[in-house]
Structure formats: structure tokens, C-alpha cells
């Protein structure tokens, strides 16, 4: 049982933008913090973003993305956005959606989604 869809990564410039999109069951959205994490080739997964349960709850972001990347999430639609501007050659990576009670720290991070491919090219 996938719960946990992620969707809109794809193959861009540098400098262009994109947006990836994380669909939830109803009972993980409601309850669960969002994030993503990513994993570029040959290295470990990172955490990248994080917004909390309660509506109206603040993006975290690593200081690697940290002024580019807005996280997002739709109530209504059981969905988290990542707004992911100004890309970079190194942004290139698997984007995971995970969802937890703590999503910066990755042992508790409970449900992951299947993984979409973001490459920037230079």
C-alpha cells in the first residue's frame, strides 16, 4: 500500500524552478509532520525541508536550500508542496517525501514516499 506519492520532479537548467508535490492518505496528513529529504548519487540521504501538523505551521529548511526552497502544505488536499527556485547543479538527487513526528531527525521519520528524480544541469 503506497501512502505516500510524490510527483513533479523532472530535468532542469540551473537557475529554473521547480515545484514537487507529495500526496498523503488522509489519516498521515492529518496527524504527521511533512517534509522531504533527498539522496544524490553516492551519498547518504539529507533532510531538506520539514513544516509541522498544525495549520499554518512554518517551514524548517536546511541551510543548503534555505531562501530557495518553500515548503508547503494543502490541508484540504492532503498535500505537501516544495517550491524549489534558483536550482543548482548540486540540488540534483532522489526527493523523498516523508512524513513523522519529527522529520529532521531521520529515526523518526515513520512513512516515506517512493522517490522522484530532480537533475539540474549546468
Known amino acids: 500500500q503506497v501512502l505516500l506519492v510524490e510527483s513533479g520532479g523532472g530535468l532542469v537548467q540551473a537557475g529554473e524552478s521547480l515545484r514537487l508535490s507529495c500526496v498523503a492518505s488522509r489519516s498521515i496528513f492529518s496527524s504527521n509532520a511533512m517534509g522531504w529529504y533527498r539522496q544524490a548519487p553516492g551519498k547518504q540521504r539529507e533532510w531538506v525541508a520539514a513544516?509541522?501538523?498544525?495549520?499554518?505551521?512554518?517551514?524548517r529548511y536546511s541551510d543548503s536550500v534555505k531562501g530557495r526552497f518553500t515548503i508547503s502544505r494543502d490541508n484540504a488536499k492532503n498535500t505537501v508542496h516544495l517550491q524549489m527556485n534558483s536550482l543548482k547543479p548540486e540540488d540534483t538527487a532522489v526527493y523523498y517525501c516523508?512524513?513523522?513526528?519529527?522529520?529532521?531527525?531521520?529515526?523518526?521519520?515513520?512513512?516515506w514516499g517512493q522517490g522522484t528524480q530532480v537533475t539540474v544541469s549546468s
Open positions: 516523508a512524513a513523522g513526528s519529527m522529520i529532521t531527525i531521520r529515526s523518526l521519520v515513520k512513512y
Open positions: 513544516i509541522s501538523a498544525s495549520t499554518g505551521g512554518t517551514g
